[in-house]
């Protein structure tokens, strides 16, 4: 029972149409992406049911991480180093404490009045952090503000 | 491995100057290229971030207002320290209520009373997320008119009144 041996036959497939595809995409995906901004630290967020997306641009971002540190970041280059100085213009938070947050989210309001205010909370931090932030941005009068979360997909 | 080879081999010889050229069919082995292409491609799908994270509006009273206050339809929400919720109307003694009840407690009490006011006490030891969770479900319930205040030690007493009682 001799088995006859298959004749291997040479494929050639066109790539071509699969390159160009590949390649649309590649730039799309290129030109579209937005790098993580770095993490001054690790945050886990809370979850929520709310609608709205965080704004892209004008935000003043409040960061308290769990081990109570507090980071005060803005979105725009030349308010960073309106507030913080020229060595600082490139990061994107500045480690601050819980007294300079007052006079420092004033300026920043007084130099950008649209500017948004966010709070980002680590969802295992405790609400104490939390409420001294919320009553510092109440004596630097912004009454409103946002707190970020994840969408909660569980129910 | 990535070898240009050209197609044929037919010869191509000189008959004539004005002889037109003959094409040679040059066959590309793009396999590297596409190597290349779609690892940058997965690379780039997987760092792309799409999804921005949520927002949650606040709006809290600004400081100085004094707001006057019907007590009856005052509802007071207390977040204790270990996460346990207790509410009351107005000068009522504070009750437990369980977490996942708390969506449709909230509906009823803001569909009997709608101008109802909320002021929800977290204790400062609590998680934030216990915190984000309950105004999350006035915002699902539609309770707009709320406010925090901090959990004192006169509310805590209070509280552990009405817990030693029930």
């Excluded at chain 2, 708390?102 to 998680?127: G, H, W």
Aim: avoid cysteine.
């Amino acid at each position: 029972m001799a088995r006859f041996k298959k004749k291997r036959v040479g494929i050639s497939l066109d790539m071509t149409p699969l390159v160009d595809v590949a390649f649309l995409l590649l730039t799309f995906f290129m030109l579209t992406t937005k790098f993580k901004p770095v993490e001054e630290a690790q945050i886990v967020l809370p979850e929520s049911h709310a609608k709205y997306k965080i704004p892209e641009s004008d935000v003043m971002t409040i960061t308290f991480s769990p081990d109570g540190k507090l980071y005060l970041g803005l979105d725009s280059q030349q308010l960073r180093a309106q507030l913080f100085g020229d060595q600082n213009k490139l990061k994107p938070a500045i480690p601050i404490s819980m007294e300079e947050l007052v006079p420092l989210a004033q300026q920043a309001r007084s130099a950008n009045p649209k500017l948004r205010t966010v709070i980002r909370g680590d969802k295992d931090s405790m609400y104490g952090p939390a409420e001294d932030v919320m009553n510092a941005l109440q004596k630097a009068n912004i009454a409103r503000f946002e707190l970020v979360t994840e969408m909660d997909r569980k129910d | 491995m990535g070898a240009v080879d050209i197609g044929g081999g037919r010869q191509h010889g000189k008959k004539g100057k004005h002889k037109k050229m003959r094409r040679i069919g040059v066959r590309l082995d793009m396999t590297p290229l596409v190597d290349v292409a779609f690892l940058l491609l997965t690379f780039f799908m997987l760092t792309t971030t799409f999804s921005l994270p949520q927002v949650m509006d606040i709006t809290l009273p600004p400081s100085e207002t004094k707001s006057e206050v019907t007590e009856s339809s005052l509802m007071l929400l207390r977040l204790m320290e270990n996460g346990t919720i207790y509410w009351n109307m107005g000068t009522e003694s504070p009750r437990a209520l369980e977490p996942n009840t708390l969506r449709a407690f909230l509906k009823e009490r803001i569909n009997t009373n709608p101008n109802m006011i909320t002021l929800v006490k977290v204790d400062r030891k609590s998680k934030y997320s216990n915190m984000v969770k309950i105004i999350d479900e006035l915002h699902l319930a539609n309770i707009t008119r709320y406010s925090l205040a901090p959990l004192l030690d006169p509310d805590k007493k209070i509280v552990e009144d009405a817990a030693g009682k029930s």
